[in-house]
């Protein structure tokens, strides 16, 4: 299972379009988009119904009033996902308050966005995960981010890579 993960796109919409050049033939089965799409919920959840045939989740960030949730957990594969934007959380001081809500949800995968960063951390029990930025990157060398999550389809482990565009 391949488990494509965005975040603060900000309405720019053109990663997603370089991001299907980037990895070919790879089939996404699910598309998470972890907030600051800046008003495109409607444009990621179509392209994912072409695209990512398993569902699309996406919430809502701190930049733009959006109708999607400010949390949402939800199944994949054997395992539950905790999504959230981030920032109601003080991401920037740690993750302790983050991976503490998705445990308190039973999640053993927490997603989330606002830092514009990509981060994986695993911790006991929890894996971590931030895309950092598909529009405006803040690391070292600002390249666009994005992980691709593969969930081994014979013992279900977990294989997250971020990715560069």
Do not use: C
Not at 5 to 11: A, C, E, L, M, R
Not at 78 to 90: A, C, I, W
Not at 106 to 130: C, D, K, S, Y
Not at 141 to 162: A, F, N, T
């Amino acid at each position: 299972m391949n488990v494509l993960i965005i975040s603060d796109t900000h309405g720019d919409d053109s990663g997603l379009a370089q991001i299907l050049r980037t990895e070919g033939t790879n089939r996404f089965d699910v598309l998470i988009h972890a907030g600051d799409s800046e008003g495109a919920d409607s444009f990621y959840e179509y392209w994912a119904r072409t695209h990512a045939p398993g569902g699309f989740h996406v919430v809502s960030g701190n930049d733009y009033e959006s109708m999607a949730p400010g949390e949402q957990v939800f199944p994949v594969d054997r395992y539950t996902v905790f999504l959230t934007h981030g920032h109601r959380f003080s991401i920037y001081t740690g993750t302790d308050l983050l991976a503490a809500a998705a445990k308190q949800h039973g999640a053993q995968i927490a997603v989330f966005g606002h830092t514009h960063e990509p981060l994986i951390r695993e911790t006991p029990g929890l894996l971590l995960l931030n895309p950092g930025s598909l529009s405006r990157p803040r690391q070292e060398g600002h390249r666009r981010s994005y992980i691709l999550l593969k969930i081994d389809d014979s013992d279900h482990s977990l294989h997250p890579e971020i990715r560069y565009l």
